[in-house]
């Protein structure tokens, strides 16, 4: 609501509260005195100045506990906050007249404290229904001009939607039905609209209602229904919709949801993460936090969250100015500018990580600084080693150096078994913090995970694209697979995986099933209005140097334990010689800087990594020589 409309609003509940405290007042003195009997002159005199006391802390409770909602939208819950607001109101006059001496008798107070619970009450009741009232009569009036629309879920998420567009003509959508998977609900009347049947009746539905849009008023919908309904709506012409994110209805935050188009993070999701707030308030909250590469796709959602949860400050630490600069613009219109500073610097710069760390002395820090994209790396090898092995050493350094009390390293489950040397410099990168774990204060650690959605470089934006221009989208492999998480989710994971941290681990998300990527691309055609192979084709392209057919999150060898979190998983490390890493570091150094012939290069990865480029089972050999 826009700020002038709320203040007509607060208006307009200002003056019917002070309607209902002076009526209340007035009748209770009239019951306690008699409606024909004089009620004494020093009664009066305080009469006016004890409803002018009673309104301005009434509205102010009330603004104080949200109760100044559009009064047209007026709920049970915002009920339950007005009698907290009356009973709070209440308790206050009560104690102002035991120590400043009101002059109102007791009795006086307790009749009008009830029927100022009444007439609250009664007056926003009757402004909700003549507004509903209203507003199906113009519905009736103009619904040949308006939206037909199915909503799925008869539950309490779609009553809300249903009051919702039934009370707002402007949206210019009729209900015609709900849909429920509840078959006793058939037949059913909610909110004065029929529930038409279940989701095995769907096209008979469609067909029957000539519904133009289906909005899913539903928080959990496995991907094999989404995709079912998907099809039935394209094939009769219906825009499928989903009705608030999966947060907003998990925490029954209804006012602020919306209708959205389906999106492929709806195919993927899961349910929402627990996080231990209270384990994350001691990790996050009042305390100063750097994120290396926070311009990235994850190093900037973990700015959003970690602001979110109140960081004293935060360090965005990035070589990229661009991004920097774009995300400094998004931040700015959520969250105070002088709770982050932006911090341009390379990872590989050892006096400006110094330079940084010395004047913001970071409490802990998150390194997503990274070289990700495989088949780019496999084209620059001796880049992905000198950013993700000695830029990690250098931040890792950087950090021991200045008192930085945890240091969490982002790393991938293509370091598990690494067919590419991407994988195999993350690897290292988790090799090189296990062994400054044992050799500093500061508690080192990694959280492993695979590939999350919208992320840059990844398949989702190319099939996209593709698909904009009308196909064909390209796929690597028919039997290629990988996992997918969301990046909030990731990050809401590393943030808790991070606050577990005692120092060495290597924690491991659940990625939950693998999907397979001409899956994936089906999906998305669908989610267009297309039909695979039919409007768009898919082609086959043939695996590229470094890949693998499927992912793995943990080696052979590691052992797993569980943690606190079902989503979180720890990787015992495998014990390795420090002073052979150490011996092996200098090599790898040594032969960075040499031109020519990569093979040494190699040679110096696998020393370090003896399953590079290997063929496993589930894998393809890194074509790096």
């Not at 010395?358 to 070289?371: N, R």
């Amino acid at each position: 609501m826009h700020s002038h409309q709320r203040l007509i609003s607060l208006t307009r509940i200002g003056a019917f509260d002070l309607i209902a405290v002076a009526l209340s007042v007035w009748i209770g003195f009239r019951l306690k005195f008699g409606f024909v009997r004089t009620i004494p002159e020093f009664y009066l005199q305080n009469q006016n100045r004890y409803i002018l006391t009673a309104f301005l802390i009434l509205f102010g409770i009330e603004l104080l506990l949200g109760c100044g909602s559009y009064l047209p939208s007026f709920s049970v819950a915002d009920g339950a906050r007005l009698l907290f607001a009356v009973a709070c109101t209440q308790g206050v006059l009560f104690l102002l007249d035991r120590f400043l001496k009101l002059g109102i008798p007791i009795e006086v107070m307790i009749i009008q404290a009830l029927l100022l619970v009444v007439l609250l009450l009664v007056i926003r009741l009757s402004v909700r229904l003549a507004r509903l009232g209203n507003a199906r009569l113009n519905g009736l009036k103009n619904r040949d001009s308006m939206e037909r629309v199915l909503i799925y879920g008869a539950g309490e998420v779609g009553r809300y939607l249903c009051e919702r567009l039934i009370s707002h003509p402007k949206e210019h959508m009729h209900v015609v039905g709900f849909v429920d998977d509840n078959p006793a609900l058939r037949g059913v009347k909610v909110q004065h609209v029929k529930v038409q049947g279940t989701a095995k009746d769907l096209p008979k539905i469609l067909a029957l209602t000539h519904a133009s849009q289906l909005i899913l008023a539903i928080e959990h919908f496995p991907r094999e229904m989404l995709s079912s309904l998907i099809e039935d709506c394209r094939e009769h012409h219906c825009r499928l919709k989903r009705f608030g994110s999966i947060e907003e209805l998990a925490n029954n935050r209804l006012d602020t949801a919306a209708i959205n188009d389906i999106s492929l993070e709806d195919l993927l999701r899961r349910d929402s993460v627990k996080l231990n707030q209270e384990l994350l308030r001691e990790f996050v909250t009042h305390r100063c936090v750097m994120i290396t590469g926070g311009a990235g796709s994850i190093g900037s959602e973990l700015c959003r969250q970690v602001l979110a949860m109140g960081a004293r400050l935060l360090v965005i630490f990035d070589i990229h100015e661009n991004g920097m600069y774009t995300l400094d613009n998004e931040l700015r219109e959520h969250f105070d500018p002088m709770r982050y500073r932006l911090c341009v610097g390379s990872v590989r710069d050892d006096d400006r990580l110094d330079e940084v760390m010395a004047q913001f002395h970071p409490d802990v820090l998150f390194h997503a600084a990274a070289h990700k994209h495989v088949p780019m790396m496999e084209l620059n090898p001796k880049e992905a080693i000198k950013n993700n092995v000695f830029g990690t050493l250098r931040t890792a350094h950087a950090a021991m150096n200045n008192g930085v009390r945890r240091f969490i390293l982002i790393s991938t489950d293509k370091a598990v078994n690494p067919t590419n040397i991407m994988g195999a410099s993350k690897r290292i990168a988790e090799l090189c913090i296990q062994m400054l774990d044992h050799q500093s204060h500061t508690q080192f650690a990694a959280v492993r995970f695979g590939n999350v959605l919208g992320s840059c470089g990844s398949v989702v934006p190319l099939f996209k694209t593709q698909i904009e221009r009308g196909g064909p989208v390209t796929v690597t492999h028919p039997d290629m697979r990988r996992y997918f998480m969301t990046i909030p989710e990731a990050v809401q994971l590393v943030l808790e995986a991070g606050a577990m941290a005692k120092g060495g681990e290597i924690f491991v998300l659940d990625m939950g099933e693998p999907v397979k990527i001409y899956d994936l691309a089906c999906d998305m055609i669908r989610l267009s209005g297309y039909v695979p192979q039919r409007d768009i084709k898919i082609v086959f392209t043939g695996m590229r140097p470094g890949e693998k057919l499927f992912e793995e999150l943990r080696l052979a060898e590691e052992d797993t334990d569980k943690t606190p979190s079902d989503k979180i998983y720890i990787n015992k490390p495998v014990q390795t010689d420090e002073e052979t890493l150490c011996e092996q570091l200098n090599i790898l150094k040594k032969v960075l800087q040499k031109n020519g012939d990569l093979k040494p290069l190699f040679d110096a990865v696998r020393s370090m990594v003896p399953t590079f480029g290997q063929q496993t089972e589930q894998g393809s050999t890194s074509k790096e020589e």
